[in-house]
Each structure stands twice: as C-alpha cells, then as structure tokens.
Nanobody
Framework: QVQLVESGGGLVQPGGSLRLSCVAS????????MSWYRRAPGKEREFVAQINWNGGTTNYADSVKGRFTISRDNARKMVFLQMNSLKPEDTAVYYC??????WGQGTQVTVSS
C-alpha cells in the first residue's frame, strides 16, 4: 500500500539546522510532484516547498525562501528538506505529500532555546 514516512525532526536551537527525510513506497515515486507542508500549533496547514518529478523545478513559501532547500532522489524514492537558520516560528509538524494525494504521518520540528 501507499506509504510516506518522514523522519529527521527534533529539537534545535534558533539558528540551527535540520534535514528532514521522507521515504515513499507503494506508488511510482518519479511520476509525482513532491511537497512539504507544515502545521504549527493552533494554525492551518501551510505549504512549505515543492519539487517536480526530476528536481528541475522547485517552489518555496516566502517564509522559508533562502533558508530551506527541497531535493529528491528518485532511485531511493526519497524527498528531503534541508532547513537552515531555523527560527522559533518554524516550529510545526512537517508532512511530506505526493501530488497532495498521499500524505505522511508527520515529524515534529521544535525550534527553541
């Protein structure tokens, strides 16, 4: 069956970095646009970043542009989110999604001193 499993979240100090990973199974990964979303406490889910099938096109929310980088490895069926210069407002549960059709269970990122 279709599965998306995120990992790499945790507690980090402001200014620090984390790398999130998402491994996919159960569908043809290379056919799908992959995205990261996040939901902060008490807020709606919001778009973070997106990457097309071959990694040639990426899009980012204005709030993370220049700090986060999305990438993918089709051979390993994985998508990544490198997060640098983290801020407390980046605290959220981060989800990966395939074409907004399939979703992972999320991984918690907490940015706090």
């Amino acid at each position: 069956q279709v599965q998306l499993v995120e990992s790499g979240g945790g507690l980090v100090q402001p200014g620090g970095s984390l790398r999130l990973s998402c491994v996919a199974s159960g569908f043809t990964f290379s056919n799908y646009v992959m995205s990261w979303y996040r939901r902060a406490p008490g807020k709606e889910r919001e778009f973070v970043a997106q990457i097309n099938w071959n990694g040639g096109t990426t899009n980012y929310a204005d709030s993370v542009k220049g700090r986060f980088t999305i990438s993918r490895d089709n051979a390993r069926k994985m998508v990544f989110l490198q997060m640098n210069s983290l801020k407390p407002e980046d605290t959220a549960v981060y989800y990966c999604a395939a074409n907004s059709s399939y979703w992972g269970q999320g991984t918690q990122v907490t940015v706090s001193s």
